[in-house]
T-cell receptor
Framework: DVKVTQSSRYLVKRTGEKVFLECVQD?????MFWYRQDPGLGLRLIYF???????EKGDIPEGYSVSREKKERFSLILESASTNQTSMYLC?????????????FGPGTRLTVT | EDKVVQSPLSLVVHEGDTVTLNCSYE??????LLWYKQEKKAPTFLFML????IEKKSGRLSSILDKKELFSILNITATQTGDSAIYLC???????????FGTGTRLTIIP
C-alpha cells in the first residue's frame, strides 16, 4: 500500500515564524502535491513537483515556497507565517505510470497561526 | 481554467436513506473524474471514472459519469453512520498530472 506521511498532525505557530511542513512517500512516486483545505473552499493546490528539484506553482502559491531535494520528500515552507495561513495542509503523491494519475493523500497537518 | 462544482454543500439524512451527490465539471481534454471520501483524516479513494469506464459500483456505493452533460453522481444506498464524511470530486485533464477539486459535500447520517 502507498503510504504518505506528514511530519505533524497538529502545529501551532506564531505570526512571523518560519514554518516547515514535511511530507514523505514510500512508493517512488514522481509527482508530489501540497494543498490547503478550508471550509467552503475545498482543496486548493499550493505547489506541485514532477521530479526532484522541479516545482511548479499551483493556484495559491503566495506566501509559500517548496523544496524537493529527494524524490520521496516534499517540503512546504511558510517563510513568515500569517494568521490567514491557518488551515489544514494536505500532501499527496501520484505517478504517471499509474492509470489516470490517482493521488494518494497523507493524514494532513492542521496548522494554527496565532 | 478547470472547474468542479459539487452539490449539495451539505446533506443530513437518516440511517437507511439513499443519497445522491452531484458533481459537475469543466475541464480541458477530460481524462478522469475521481471521488474521494474524507473523514477526520486523509481523503481516501473511492472511484475513478474515465471515458472507458463510466459506471462503477462497490457495495452500497455506485457512481456514473455523463461525459456529454459533464457531470457525475455518487449514490449511496442504505446509508450507515459510517458513511458520514466529506465527499470530494476531482477532475483531471490529459497530459496534466494535476487534479482540480470541488468544495466537497458534507454528508451526515443520523442514527
Amino acid at each position: 500500500d502507498v503510504k504518505v506521511t506528514q511530519s505533524s498532525r497538529y502545529l501551532v505557530k506564531r505570526t512571523g515564524e518560519k514554518v516547515f511542513l514535511e511530507c514523505v512517500q514510500d512508493m517512488d512516486h514522481e509527482n508530489m502535491f501540497w494543498y490547503r483545505q478550508d471550509p467552503g473552499l475545498g482543496l486548493r493546490l499550493i505547489y506541485f513537483s514532477y521530479d526532484v528539484k522541479m516545482k511548479e506553482k499551483g493556484d495559491i502559491p503566495e506566501g509559500y515556497s517548496v523544496s524537493r531535494e529527494k524524490k520521496e520528500r516534499f517540503s512546504l515552507i511558510l517563510e513568515s507565517a500569517s494568521t490567514n495561513q491557518t488551515s489544514m495542509y494536505l500532501c499527496a503523491s501520484s505517478s504517471p505510470v499509474l492509470a489516470d494519475y490517482e493521488q494518494y493523500f497523507g493524514p494532513g497537518t492542521r496548522l494554527t497561526v496565532t | 481554467e478547470d472547474k468542479v462544482v459539487q452539490s449539495p454543500l451539505s446533506l443530513v439524512v437518516h440511517e437507511g436513506d439513499t443519497v445522491t451527490l452531484n458533481c459537475s465539471y469543466e475541464v480541458t481534454n477530460f481524462r478522469s473524474l475521481l471521488w474521494y471520501k474524507q473523514e477526520k483524516k486523509a481523503p481516501t479513494f473511492l472511484f475513478m471514472l474515465t471515458s472507458s469506464g463510466i459506471e462503477k459500483k462497490s457495495g452500497r456505493l455506485s457512481s456514473i459519469l455523463d461525459k456529454k452533460e459533464l457531470f457525475s453522481i455518487l449514490n449511496i444506498t442504505a446509508t450507515q453512520t459510517g458513511d458520514s464524511a466529506i465527499y470530494l470530486c476531482a477532475v483531471g485533464g490529459k497530459g496534466n498530472e494535476k487534479l482540480t477539486f470541488g468544495t466537497g459535500t458534507r454528508l451526515t447520517i443520523i442514527p
